[in-house]
């Protein structure tokens, strides 16, 4: 089921069964003017995403669902970056974190892994950002679904989330 509001004239969902449809709408809430794509390959991986958009890994966002005491928060990482979780705890200015498990991902938002994007909830997250990818002019990523994603600037991507930036890889 579908709740829609008009909220300044412009429409808002807040439950779907169109998780890209919750990121397309948060993005064009943020005044983002690119266009989410579709591949036919899935880019469940790093390596497929690399492969589908045709761009090197480090490229590729991989948005990470973390847990902080029974709270989510995202972790923004260059695609063949290893996050460490103390790292990012540390900057964030939290004890300890650990990784989402599959079961906490899809009972807590809208998304599965490997279609986890940087926006999109329905609900205030925190984030942590990997400061490689500000190497990269855009980097790509997923939109919601293992077949959806989009480019956007390291700069971008930092205000659309509020992430704090840092090294957080191994």
Known sequence: MELVLMVKGVLKMLCSSDPVGLVESKLQELGYRG???KSVETIHTVQ???????????????????????DLVLALMSGP???DLKRAA???????LRMATYDEVI???PFKPGGVPPVG?????RSVMDEDLFLYDVVWAAAG????????????LKGY???VVGEIKK
């Open 121 to 125: 909830y329905q609900f205030p997250i």
């Open 35 to 37: 266009s989410i794509l």
């Open 81 to 83: 970056n290893r996050l």
């Open 161 to 163: 989330t509020g992430a």
């Open 107 to 109: 009972t807590l938002t």
């Open 90 to 96: 540390g900057l964030l200015g939290l004890k300890r």
């Open 48 to 70: 497929d995403a690399s492969r589908a958009v045709g761009v090197e890994e480090g490229r590729i966002l991989k948005s990470i669902l973390l847990m902080d005491r029974g």
């Open 145 to 156: 679904d293992d077949h959806s994603f989009f480019p956007v600037s390291p700069e971008d």
